[in-house]
Antibody, heavy 120, light 107 residues
Framework: QLQLQESGPGLVKPSETLSLTCTVA??????????WGWIRQPPGKGLEWIGS???????YYNPSLKSRVTISIDTSKNQFSLKLSSVPAADTAVYFC????????????WGQGTLVTVSS | DIQMTQSPSSLSASVGDRVTITCRAS??????LVWYQQKPGKAPKLLIY???SLQSGVPSRFSGSGSGTDFTLTISSLQPEDFATYHC?????????FGQGTKLEIK
């Protein structure tokens, strides 16, 4: 059974960098069938795709966040990571990592999500 | 970006009811439409992909239809565990975008 688990600080100060890691268990992150992605959900609001990464290191970002986002992958640790720089309070959200099935591009497995609050 | 609009935003229904939720895309997305169910404090759960393909393990009372710009999610006979928020997502092109969600509540 595939499991994804987000980890990282739950509180980040404004203007600093938000950093999260997603650890994948139960399957290799190097599978050619899947990409890996980050999605966020501000409290009481809808879902927003942040970006995705392939095992080769290829990345795709939401243009609305592209200037501040870096997603990387570490196949040796079966992990992928998110960095979001210069965060304002509006980046407060639950951050989910998920597996993205290629070809039809749906997120089939999700982590439980982690709340990141941006506040001084 | 492709805009996704769901209707209604909220819906009250009773156990056993047949319910339909609509999702409209701002341009044609052929059949690249995904439906998720989300319960409070939980991650979204995949229900349907490619507009009408039921994810393994999802009850057959859930069905999806549509193509182009207009799509529907139908629950044929509501069960107590179906009260949740439902999201659509276009997977036609990046940036992937979601509808605002439809909250299904008990009447």
């Amino acid at each position: 059974q595939l499991q994804l688990q987000e980890s990282g600080p739950g509180l980040v100060k404004p203007s600093e960098t938000l950093s999260l890691t997603c650890t994948v268990a139960g399957d290799s992150i190097s599978s050619s069938t899947y990409y890996w992605g980050w999605i966020r959900q501000p409290p009481g609001k809808g879902l927003e795709w942040i970006g995705s990464v392939y095992y080769s290191g290829s990345t795709y970002y939401n243009p609305s966040l592209k200037s501040r986002v870096t997603i990387s992958i570490d196949t040796s640790k079966n992990q992928f990571s998110l960095k979001l720089s210069s965060v304002p309070a509006a980046d407060t959200a639950v951050y989910f990592c998920a597996r993205l099935h290629s070809n039809t591009w749906y997120f089939d497995y999700w982590g439980q999500g982690t709340l990141v609050t941006v506040s001084s | 970006d492709i805009q996704m609009t769901q209707s209604p935003s909220s819906l009250s229904a009773s156990v056993g009811d047949r319910v339909t939720i609509t999702c409209r895309a701002s341009q044609s997305i052929t059949n690249y439409l995904v439906w998720y169910q989300q319960k409070p404090g939980k991650a979204p759960k995949l229900l349907i992909y490619a507009a009408s393909s039921l994810q393994s393990g999802v009850p057959s009372r859930f069905s999806g239809s549509g193509s182009g710009t207009d799509f529907t999610l139908t629950i044929s006979s509501l069960q107590p565990e179906d009260f949740a928020t439902y999201h659509c997502q276009q997977s036609y092109r990046t940036p992937y975008t979601f509808g605002q969600g439809t909250k299904l509540e008990i009447k």
